[in-house]
């Protein structure tokens, strides 16, 4: 059965940080998706990305950046220079191509202070 | 982007009443959409996947009886938490899939039985 898993549960950074959160997933599918989501307090879940598992290429979108490795069935996400509006829980999921199911980490929240 | 909605935003009822959750698509139809729960500080579970015009698909664990999804029409799927009991108390998360991979999430239901 597919997992996702999100070692880290709290993270605590002083604003202009850098920060990385990480995800582990496991899998034996060889067609996949992987994301990455922002739960703000208000609970409405923000898109930040999608991966395929053909696409190990790294992306960068402003601040954000995320690293894909299949070797080590990672998917990390790094903010640069953290600010404290990206104080929120950030989820990691999985999903088959077959199924459109999201698998969802346990979630990782990121407070930044002043 | 797509717009998914839900309706009520929070509801409070007394226990072992009925209470009906709307997930809307509203510019794009949607022949699937999920319903995942999230309890406070806990990571999203998916209830079930609703299919339009036929029966939802339950997970491991989650009781059809008990919340009854129906999925009439493209663009509208319910999810009615019948007898509902203080340990429903939850967060109620609707998404909705465009295509093969996208999903679009709704901005969840607040549900507190008393």
């Known amino acids: 059965a597919q997992k996702v898993t999100q070692a880290q549960t709290e993270i605590s950074v002083v604003e202009k940080e850098d920060v990385t959160l990480d995800c582990v997933y496991e899998?034996?599918?060889?067609?996949?998706?992987l994301f990455w989501y922002k739960q703000p307090p208000s609970g409405e879940l923000v898109f930040l990305i999608r991966?395929?598992?053909?696409?190990?290429q790294n992306e960068i979108s402003g601040r954000y950046s995320w690293n894909f490795q299949k070797s080590t069935s990672s998917f990390n996400f790094t903010i640069t220079a953290s600010q404290v509006v990206d104080s929120a829980v950030y989820f990691c999921?999985?999903?088959?191509?077959?199924?459109?199911?999201?698998?969802f980490g346990q979630g990782t929240t990121l407070q930044v202070k002043p | 982007g797509a717009v998914v909605s839900q309706h009520p935003s929070w509801v409070i009822c007394k226990s072992g009443t009925s209470v009906k959750i709307e997930c809307r698509s509203l510019?794009?139809?949607?022949?699937?959409m999920f319903w995942y729960r999230q309890f406070p500080k806990q990571s999203l579970m998916l209830m079930a996947t609703?299919?339009?015009?036929?029966?939802?698909?339950?997970e491991q664990g989650v009781e059809k009886d008990k919340f009854l999804i129906n999925h009439a029409s493209l663009t509208l799927s319910t999810l009615t938490v019948t007898s509902a009991h203080p340990e429903d108390s939850s967060f109620y998360i609707c998404s909705a899939r465009a295509d093969y991979y996208e999903q679009y999430f709704g901005p969840g239901t607040r549900l507190t039985v008393t």
């Open positions: 899998t034996r599918d060889t067609t996949y998706y």
């Open positions: 991966r395929n598992s053909f696409d190990e």
């Open positions: 999921a999985y999903s088959s191509s077959n199924t459109g199911k999201l698998i």
């Open positions: 609703s299919n339009e015009g036929s029966k939802a698909t339950y």
């Open positions: 510019d794009f139809q949607a022949t699937t």
